[in-house]
């Protein structure tokens, strides 16, 4: 298992790196071409997006729960799954209506609602795939979506001239695609032969599912909520600018998100003192991982960002260093939701405390901003980060009974492990002789 759960989590992580490389091309093309109000456009459709599918998605978290704790076969959950995902895109689609009729219709809000069937679908592929145990099938999928956007996006650029919103239309039919390939495999997914009740499921899908799509919300809201008020206050080019500094500052949760992914069926099926110490043992590998790169971004990421992107967006620099620690905290309740979802059965708790960050962040977001402007929404994201991780690892702990320091503090086992790790997917020169002779 440990062998298995080591190989999904740097697998994961690598391939993370080229999805998020292929990505960062992606943002930089979109820059350089489009400018901050063409970037910020580009993003905001992803946000309205990303706020839909964080809904949707609760059905993810009742998924895996129904495919590992309860021991379902994907063939008998594919009905319930299909009336969910119509009835999800008909309340979605009323949702941007309602929006539309109060703040007016445009181009994006109709893209963004066109592709909501397909962000669905993709909103559960991951819980799929890890609920089956096939990781590594994720991985290239993941890999193949950034790589077809970015060929897409430049296409709907550069050569069909689009321009933003043709790189959104672009981006979109990228979408859907990868959604037909995972449905076309779960169709492949035989029942088990018994009779079930569809409506019983459903049921199971929608209570289950609605409190971990209430966490889903708030998590992204947490997320994204000094976004929204600085793009309110700011507009669309420092939006565009942030969202330069947020996204160089993200790519450090590949690595929790990672080593979660790559933990997470394990933690909801061994039993519960067991999938304690691989929680705290994820958070204190992710962690370990996380400050040295952060360490390192302080420094080159402001200048790699002038480079990379152009003077114009020299002002994401600051706001990307104040983002660093309070992203390093805020890996923990990430990975502490496996435990929370599936071996509790308490999603509500990650809920009550992305409310509590919601209302700070908020707070904090509307002091500062109007004062600092972009580095004032990155001190109240990284300072809702901390408190929020704070206040998970008190809860983790306590339910779990384990100390803070096991849940914090890396061993000298742990760094022996993750030296391990590296050193087995790297070819051996013994192994190198033997391909070469």
Not at 194 to 203: G, I, M, Q, T, V
Not at 337 to 359: C, E, N, T
Not at 383 to 395: E, G, L, R
Request: glycine share 10%; charged share 10%; hydrophobic share 55%.
């Amino acid at each position: 298992m440990k062998s298995r759960i080591g190989t999904d989590t740097v697998r994961t992580f690598l391939f993370s790196i080229f999805g998020t490389v292929v990505g960062i091309a992606t943002g930089i093309y979109l820059a350089k071409t489009l400018g901050p109000a063409g970037k910020g456009l580009f993003s905001s459709v992803q946000v309205l997006q990303g706020g839909i599918t964080a809904i949707t998605s609760s059905a993810a978290a009742a998924l895996t729960h129904m495919l590992t704790t309860q021991r379902r076969q994907m063939g008998d959950i594919l009905k319930p799954l299909g009336v969910l995902l119509a009835t999800t895109t008909l309340i979605a689609w009323a949702f941007l209506a309602i929006y539309g009729l109060r703040y007016g219709f445009n181009v994006a809000l109709l893209i963004a609602a066109s592709v909501i069937p397909a962000a669905i679908v993709l909103s559960w592929r991951n819980n799929f795939y890890i609920g089956i145990g096939q990781v590594k099938n994720l991985n290239y999928q993941a890999l193949a979506l950034s790589i077809a956007s970015l060929i897409a996006v430049v296409a709907g650029v550069q050569f069909f001239h689009g321009g933003a919103l043709g790189a959104v239309a672009a981006w979109s039919l990228c979408l859907y695609g990868a959604a037909i390939f995972v449905l076309a495999h779960a169709l492949r997914f035989p029942g088990s032969g018994e009779r079930f009740s569809l409506w019983s499921d459903y049921k199971t899908l929608v209570h289950y599912g609605s409190q971990a799509g209430l966490a889903g919300l708030v998590g992204f809201l947490n997320y994204r909520v000094d976004s929204l008020v600085l793009m309110a206050l700011l507009g669309m080019s420092g939006f565009g600018i942030y969202s330069v500094a947020v996204a160089g500052g993200e790519l450090l949760f590949m690595v929790s998100r990672s080593v979660g992914m790559g933990a997470a069926h394990e933690i909801a099926t061994v039993d519960p003192e067991r999938a304690a110490e691989l929680t705290a043992k994820s958070n204190r590998m992710s962690t370990l991982v996380l400050a040295a790169a952060a360490l390192v971004l302080v420094f080159i990421g402001p200048p790699l960002i002038t480079l990379v992107y152009g003077a114009r967006f020299s002002a994401a620099g600051l706001p990307l260093q104040i983002l660093l620690p309070g992203i390093v905290a805020y890996a923990a309740p990430g990975n502490f939701s496996a435990y929370f979802y599936y071996r509790m059965g308490q999603p509500m708790l990650l809920v009550i405390l992305g409310v509590v960050a919601i209302a700070l962040q908020a707070l904090l977001s509307l002091i500062l901003i109007p004062r600092l402007g972009i580095p004032g929404a990155a001190i109240g994201s990284t300072v809702t980060y901390i408190v929020t991780s704070a206040a998970a690892t008190f809860y983790f702990c306590r339910s779990a009974k384990v100390s803070a320091i096991s849940v914090w503090v890396p061993t000298g086992r742990d760094i022996a492990n993750l030296v391990g790790l590296v050193r087995g997917l790297l070819p051996t020169r013994r192994a190198q002789m033997e391909r070469t002779s």
